[in-house]
């Protein structure tokens, strides 16, 4: 069984990542919140574990200068399989 690796923000956290990483989706919090419940939803029927990982803009933007990465989308979900396996 596979683990699929979902972000827990708050509103505010959502409005400063679409402001700070590429290509981040830039739908309302609470647009982006039902569609992110729906491909939970999708990743559940098909039997995988679904972990939810809490991230803030600073601890993300400590990480891409940790790591010396751009701040975009594929670093931002690098991150979370990076802090949800731990």
């Known amino acids: 069984?596979?683990?699929?690796?979902?972000?827990?923000?708050t509103a505010a956290?959502?409005?400063?990542f679409?402001?700070?990483v590429k290509h981040y989706p830039l739908s309302s919090y609470n647009d982006w919140?039902?569609?992110e419940s729906s491909r939970i939803a999708d990743w559940r029927s098909r039997r995988h574990t679904i972990?939810?990982?809490?991230?803030?803009?600073?601890?993300?933007?400590?990480?891409?200068?940790r790591k010396?990465?751009?701040q975009d989308i594929i670093t931002f979900k690098a991150f979370l399989e990076e802090k949800g396996g731990a």
């Not at 069984?1 to 923000?9: H, P």
């Not at 956290?13 to 400063?16: A, F, N, Q, Y």
Request: hydrophobic share 40%.
């Open 1 to 9: 069984m596979a683990i699929q690796y979902f972000a827990k923000v």
């Open 13 to 16: 956290d959502h409005e400063t």
């Open 18 to 20: 679409q402001r700070t």
């Open 33 to 35: 919140h039902l569609k």
């Open 51 to 65: 972990k939810m990982v809490a991230v803030t803009p600073k601890e993300f933007a400590d990480y891409c200068a």
């Open 68 to 70: 010396k990465a751009p």
